[in-house]
C-alpha cells in the first residue's frame, strides 16, 4: 500500500485536529463535551502542580469554554470515567476499563519481590478497606521509621496504598482539595461494564487506535509509550500487521527524513483551523512528545519545574502559546488566588511577527485564562518584546 505524501501544513492541521485544538468547542459544551473529550483523547493526563489551575483541569478548559472543574468530579461519581496511571496517571473513559488490566497485571509481576512485613501491611490495608469503606492516608498510623528525607520519600502505610491501586486490587476518587480516597473496585466500576482482560493482540491494538486518535500522525515510539508499562506489548508487531491488513496507514511528511509515521484510515486530511489562540499545559497531549513540537511546530519545549533555577531560560512553568498553527509565545505564570492575582513573570514571544488580529486573540485566550484561575487582575513583570507587552497590557487596564 503507497504511504499518504503531506507537507508539514497538512500535518499540522491533522494533528491540531486530532487534539481537539482545530477551534474552540470542538467536542461542543457542557459535561457531555468533558466526556466526548476524554472518550476521544483515550487518555488526559493529569498532575498535582498547582502554580496555575491543575493539568487535568486546563486541558478541558482550553477546548470547552463553559468548563467546570467540578464535572471530572460528577463524572467519576457517575461511573463513566476512572482514574489510573497507564503511561501516566490521568483520567480514562469507563467503557475501556478492561484496557487497564494489562497494565495493572504488569505493576502486580514486575515490581520489585515484596518482603513479609510489605505483604501483611498490603493485606491489613485492604482487609481495613473492605471492612470499613473508603479510606485515604491520613486514616492510618504515621508508621514512618526514619525522618522523611524528600517527596518521593513515602511512609509504609501510603507505599502499600499505591501498590494496592497500581496492582488494581484499590482503585481511587479525589476530594475537592485533590486529595486521594481509595475504594474498592467494585464500588466504584458499573455493574455492566466489561472487566475481562483483553489478550495481548487486542490491547495492542486498542493501544494503537486509541494513540493515533489523539495524535492524528504518530511514530510507532509515541503510539508504543502507553503501553511501555507492560513488558514485551506487541504494539510495533501488531503496527505492521495493522498497515499490511489495511486497517493503517503509512504517512510520509515532506522534510521529515527516513520518518515512519502512521494514521488512521478514517482520519480527515482536508481540515480547516480557526485561527483562535489557545494557551496549553505543558502536559497537553499536544505538548507531551517534544521531538513532535520540533518536528512539526518548529518548537522547541521544556517544561522547566524540573531545571535547576540558574538554567531556566523562560521560567518554571511555561505555558505554550499556540496561534493557529503556529507556537508564537510561552508564558511564565502564577495564579495567587488568595488575592485574585495573576501574575505574568515572563511573556516571551518567538520570532513571529504576530498581526493586530493575532494579538487580539491572545488577549482574548489570556483574559479567559485569568478568569478560570479565579483572579481579576494581572500583573505582567517582563516580556523580550515590550511593544506587544504594551498593547496586551493596555487590554488589561
Known amino acids: 500500500m503507497e504511504s499518504i505524501i503531506l507537507n508539514k501544513a497538512q500535518a499540522r492541521k491533522i494533528i491540531l485536529e486530532a487534539a481537539g485544538l482545530s477551534r474552540k468547542a470542538q467536542f461542543g459544551t457542557g459535561i457531555a463535551a468533558v466526556y466526548r473529550l476524554i472518550t476521544h483523547l483515550g487518555f488526559v493526563q493529569l498532575d498535582t502542580n498547582y502554580v496555575v489551575e491543575r493539568a487535568h483541569h ?3 478548559a482550553t477546548r470547552i469554554p463553559d468548563y467546570k472543574p467540578e464535572w471530572l468530579t460528577e463524572l467519576t461519581e457517575d461511573g463513566r470515567i476512572f482514574e489510573y496511571f497507564t503511561s501516566d496517571a490521568g483520567y480514562l473513559p ?26 501483611h501491611l498490603m493485606k491489613q490495608i485492604l482487609d481495613r478497606v473492605e471492612r470499613e469503606g473508603p479510606m485515604m492516608v491520613g486514616d492510618f498510623e504515621n508508621d ?3 525522618a522523611s ?3 518521593w520519600d513515602w511512609r509504609p502505610a501510603k507505599i502499600a496504598l499505591e501498590r494496592l491501586y497500581l496492582n488494581g486490587e484499590l482503585m481511587i476518587r ?5 486529595h486521594k ?3 474498592l473496585p467494585h464500588n466504584l466500576i458499573p455493574a455492566d461494564i466489561d472487566q475481562t482482560i483483553p489478550d495481548p493482540e487486542e490491547f495492542a ?14 511514530y510507532a515510539k509515541e503510539i508504543a509509550w502507553r503501553a511501555r508499562r507492560v513488558k514485551g506489548n506487541l504494539v510495533k508487531k501488531e503496527l505492521q500487521k495493522m498497515v499490511e491488513a489495511g486497517e493503517l496507514k503509512t504517512v510520509i511528511v515532506e522534510g521529515l527524513k527516513n520518518a515512519q509515521l502512521y494514521m488512521l484510515p478514517e482520519q480527515k486530511t482536508e481540515i480547516e483551523l480557526s485561527g483562535e489562540a489557545f494557551i496549553l499545559s505543558p502536559f497537553d497531549i499536544l505538548n507531551v512528545f517534544r521531538h513532535r513540537l520540533r518536528d512539526f511546530f518548529n518548537f522547541d519545549y521544556q517544561i522547566e519545574c524540573f531545571v535547576p533555577a540558574a538554567k531556566r531560560k523562560y521560567g518554571y512553568f511555561s505555558l505554550p502559546i499556540l496561534l493557529g498553527d503556529t507556537f508564537v509565545a510561552r508564558m511564565d505564570a502564577k495564579a495567587d488566588r488568595k488575592q485574585k492575582l495573576f501574575i505574568v513573570h515572563n511573556l516571551h514571544f518567538e520570532a513571529v511577527e504576530l498581526s493586530e488580529t493575532g494579538l487580539g486573540e491572545i488577549i482574548r485566550a489570556l483574559q479567559a485564562f485569568v478568569q478560570f484561575n479565579q483572579c481579576r487582575d494581572v500583573d505582567f513583570k517582563k516580556s523580550n518584546h515590550p511593544v506587544y507587552l504594551e498593547v496586551i497590557t493596555r487590554a488589561f487596564r
Open 174 to 178: 479525589r476530594t475537592k482539595a485533590f
Open 149 to 151: 528525607s524528600g517527596w
Open 205 to 218: 491494538r486498542q493501544v494503537i487506535r486509541l494513540t493515533l486518535g489523539a495524535l492524528g500522525i504518530g
Open 181 to 183: 480516597i481509595y475504594d
Open 144 to 146: 514512618r521509621q526514619e
Open 58 to 60: 486546563h486541558v478541558m
Open 94 to 119: 469507563m467503557p475501556d476499563f478492561r484496557f487497564s488490566l494489562p497494565v495493572k497485571q504488569a505493576f502486580a509481576t514486575q515490581q520489585k519481590l515484596l518482603t513479609k512485613p510489605e505483604r
